[in-house]
């Protein structure tokens, strides 16, 4: 079954750097927008950054300026640059299609201490 799948996490200090990946696990064709989303240690998953077919980003107030999301062409994986991390970006990053996802991953962690 096609399924999402992510990469890239780890740890890092406060103010540093991380870039994540994702890609289904099988090459779908799709006019929806990919979206990354942080689930917070015993909070709801949340999206933080999406991409649509237009090139049109858009980014959670926590983490504009500071992520970017990214494709090189439809066929590369859907990158998140994450960078001056802070703490509060701990969590587990997932990514999907966004409004219409497919079956989750399961996502990648990242841990950020100050």
């Known amino acids: 079954q096609v399924h999402m799948v992510e990469s890239g996490g780890g740890s890092a200090q406060a103010g540093g750097s991380l870039r994540l990946s994702c890609a289904p696990s099988e090459i779908i064709s799709t006019r929806n927008a990919y979206a990354w989303y942080h689930q917070a240690p015993g909070a709801e998953r949340e999206m933080v950054a999406a991409l649509y077919p237009s090139g049109v980003t858009r980014y959670a107030?926590?983490?504009?300026?500071?992520?970017?999301?990214?494709?090189?062409?439809?066929?590369?994986?859907?990158?998140?640059?994450?960078?001056?991390?802070?703490?509060?970006?701990?969590?587990?990053?997932?990514?999907?299609?966004?409004?219409?996802?497919?079956?989750?991953?399961?996502?990648?962690?990242?841990t950020v201490s100050s």
């Open 61 to 110: 107030d926590s983490v504009k300026d500071r992520f970017i999301i990214s494709r090189v062409n439809v066929q590369s994986s859907v990158d998140l640059l994450m960078t001056t991390l802070k703490p509060e970006d701990t969590g587990r990053y997932f990514c999907n299609l966004h409004g219409s996802p497919i079956p989750w991953g399961q996502g990648t962690l990242v």
